[in-house]
């Protein structure tokens, strides 16, 4: 610990001021949050080649799928 930093119960060192903070100031009512969403190297290397050779954006054939996922899952039901 150096000589600026106290130890109370916060883990904020003492050198962090908030003084001039305002709450709320990115917060945006309705913001969506986009989630990221790793694939596995071959299932993606796959996807990525079948989207190419389709001629489509990686994200929409990626969509498209998941979708009809979807769909055959709420048919099961």
Not at 13 to 25: L, Y
């Given at each position: 610990?150096?000589?600026q930093t106290?130890?109370?119960?916060?883990d904020m060192?003492?050198?962090?001021?908030?003084?001039?903070?305002?709450?709320?100031?990115f917060y945006?009512?309705?913001?969506?949050?986009?989630?990221?969403?790793?694939?596995?190297?071959?299932?993606?290397?796959?996807?990525?080649?079948?989207?190419?050779?389709?001629?489509?954006?990686?994200?929409?054939?990626?969509?498209?799928?998941?979708?009809?996922?979807?769909?055959?899952?709420?048919?099961?039901?």
């Open positions: 610990m150096n000589a106290t130890h109370d119960d916060d060192p003492a050198e962090v001021d908030f003084s001039g903070a305002k709450r709320g100031q945006r009512a309705g913001a969506q949050l986009n989630l990221p969403v790793y694939l596995d190297q071959k299932v993606q290397t796959t996807l990525a080649a079948l989207a190419s050779a389709k001629g489509v954006d990686f994200s929409a054939l990626i969509n498209d799928l998941l979708k009809k996922d979807i769909e055959l899952i709420e048919m099961a039901r």
